[in-house]
């Protein structure tokens, strides 16, 4: 299957240096004056104009007040790359109406500092983060929804816990969420750094993988955790047989790492998505089951989900369907490839507008997987999952934003 080119960021160009203020009008300027042989000499005196001079003052008066506004424009904290993420802000006007208070200069680099609301940010691991503004959205699904899903084999019990209506909710702070889920590589750096045994490897057996030798799906397999999930991998895929408690290490050594950086400013971390804003990002303007509509056969070449039509058995390398596989805020593999884990406690009732604690026991995933059909890949769907099970059709995705 043909894989698409990534999209990619261009440089705004850098500001314009600052007028050097010329020479005033009003100077004088000597020149020698002929004279004629034959005439006595005469002494010429020039006559004294006010307008000039005053005139030329202002001139240049003018021009060096315009030079010094655009230095100090020039040297503003948002033109700075410089500037931590908490002083750069986004002007809202209306939810379909967002303008950026200033381009970036540039494109964020690993290791600078983050970019703009409006620009990727790399963080020093080599993730690239998509700024999600904010905004509004209608939270869960529809009846009619709902009994679709039910009619293509999602369980009722399940359907219902997508709520009773779909909710006005309100995504109040923008944050950074990553292009893709974390990948094999990523993971490799962090274990490499720190040290760090997966629940799964604690154990000894992952709750749920794909047993090679019986060929399906099994229980408590031995042996199995993100180094062997049951199937091959390659740098670039994402990484699974994560559980939501090896998530959160993940993001914890990450925020450190940022932090040592200088990338964060007070109140920013990095951490999992909360649910709300999770089925924003998945949404990323729509109101339909899926990203790009209504249709599933419209998901064709745009994610990896139940079936081999895909290209892919098991889990598919991040971002593999290029620009087709990414919705309206240029995430890919929200849905399908891997679940993925959120902040939230999980509520059988609905999902909330903000993190939702009240039931430690469950966490949340979304996005459906590369073993599982349409009716779990969609936008509000949620499962309930315990935070340390370990499953080879789980990974995540890391956030930057605001504690919760």
């Given at each position: ?74 040297k503003k904290p948002g033109a700075s790359s410089a500037t931590p993420v908490a002083e750069r802000a986004s002007v809202q006007t209306d939810a379909g109406d967002r303008t950026l208070a200033r381009s970036a200069t540039s494109e964020a680099k690993a290791g600078g500092t983050p970019a703009l609301p409006g620009k990727t940010y790399v963080t020093t691991v080599g993730q690239e983060l998509v700024w999600i503004p904010p905004g509004e959205f209608m939270l869960g699904s529809t009846k009619e929804e709902q009994a679709w899903a039910v009619a293509n084999g999602l369980k009722e019990e399940f359907a219902k816990r997508e709520g009773d209506a779909p909710r006005k909710t309100a995504v109040r702070d923008g944050f950074w969420l ?227």
């Amino acid at each position: 299957m043909a894989v698409h080119e990534k999209l990619k960021q261009t440089a705004v160009p850098a500001p314009v240096s600052p007028p050097v203020p010329s020479q005033a009008a009003g100077d004088a300027v000597t020149a020698p004056y002929p004279q004629k042989p034959a005439t006595p000499h005469v002494t010429v005196r020039r006559q004294f104009s006010p307008a000039l001079l005053y005139g030329g003052v202002g001139a240049g008066v003018l021009m060096l007040i315009v030079g010094l506004f655009l230095w100090s424009w020039w040297k503003k904290p948002g033109a700075s790359s410089a500037t931590p993420v908490a002083e750069r802000a986004s002007v809202q006007t209306d939810a379909g109406d967002r303008t950026l208070a200033r381009s970036a200069t540039s494109e964020a680099k690993a290791g600078g500092t983050p970019a703009l609301p409006g620009k990727t940010y790399v963080t020093t691991v080599g993730q690239e983060l998509v700024w999600i503004p904010p905004g509004e959205f209608m939270l869960g699904s529809t009846k009619e929804e709902q009994a679709w899903a039910v009619a293509n084999g999602l369980k009722e019990e399940f359907a219902k816990r997508e709520g009773d209506a779909p909710r006005k909710t309100a995504v109040r702070d923008g944050f950074w969420l990553g292009r893709t889920e974390v990948t094999l590589s990523q993971w490799k750096e962090f274990v490499s750094a720190t040290g760090y045994l997966t629940d799964a490897e604690k154990k000894g057996e992952a709750s749920y993988a794909y047993d090679r030798q019986k060929k399906t799906w099994e229980r408590n397999v031995k042996g199995a955790s993100w180094r062997a999930p049951g199937f091959d991998q390659q740098d670039n895929h994402p990484v699974c047989c994560v559980s939501w408690n090896d998530a959160v290490a993940f993001c914890e050594w990450a925020m450190e790492r940022e932090r040592k950086a200088g990338r964060l400013s007070a109140g920013q971390v990095v951490r999992l998505p909360t649910e709300a804003e999770w089925e924003y990002a998945c949404r990323a303007g729509t109101q339909a089951k899926f990203w790009w509509g209504e249709r599933k056969e419209d998901g064709r070449d745009r994610l990896n989900w139940s079936g081999t039509t895909d290209g892919f058995e098991f889990t598919s390398p991040v971002d593999a369907f290029g620009s087709r596989g990414r919705n309206g805020f240029g995430l890919a593999d929200m849905l399908g490839n891997v679940y993925e884990w959120c902040l939230d406690d999980y509520d059988s009732k609905q999902a909330h507008g903000e993190c939702y604690k009240g039931n430690p026991g469950a966490r949340v995933l979304r996005g459906g997987s590369f073993n599982y059909d349409t009716a779990y890949c969609r936008c509000a769907y949620r499962y309930p999952f315990t935070p340390s099970n370990s499953h080879s059709y789980v990974g995540f995705r890391v956030a930057v934003g605001a504690a919760r």
